[in-house]
Nanobody, 115 residues
Framework: QVQLVESGGGLVQPGGSLRLSCAAS????????MGWYRQAPGKERDLVAV???????NYADSVKGRFTISRDNAKTTVYLQMNSLKPEDTAVYYC?????????WGKGTLVTVSS
């Protein structure tokens, strides 16, 4: 099994920054991709940013230029640096890992952007 533990969520003012972290542990041996999704109330869970095994990245258009995904040297921790946050970024952010065609999810961390 794979376990994903997120941290770093919280309340931030518009224009502020947060950095989310996700630590993966367990039976990790062949990661296809790691990244972040988010889900706002009443909306579907959408991709925010993903980093593939070759370090290629993909971002949602709504966050491109503001968010940056990165990975540690062991490639088992993924980060999401979020700058210039907007109220519409408010959502539960879920860490994501794909290994051998199986998707794994963290429990989510709430990011609230509000004055």
């Amino acid at each position: 099994q794979v376990q994903l533990v997120e941290s770093g969520g919280g309340l931030v003012q518009p224009g502020g920054s947060l950095r989310l972290s996700c630590a993966a542990s367990g039976s990790i041996f062949s990661i296809d991709a790691m990244g972040w999704y988010r889900q706002a109330p009443g909306k579907e869970r959408d991709l925010v940013a993903v980093m593939r095994s070759g370090s290629q990245t993909n971002y949602a258009d709504s966050v491109k230029g503001r968010f940056t995904i990165s990975r540690d040297n062991a490639k088992t921790t993924v980060y999401l640096q979020m700058n210039s946050l907007k109220p519409e970024d408010t959502a539960v952010y879920y860490c994501y890992l794909k290994q051998r065609g199986i998707n794994y999810w963290g429990k989510g961390t709430l990011v609230t952007v509000s004055s």
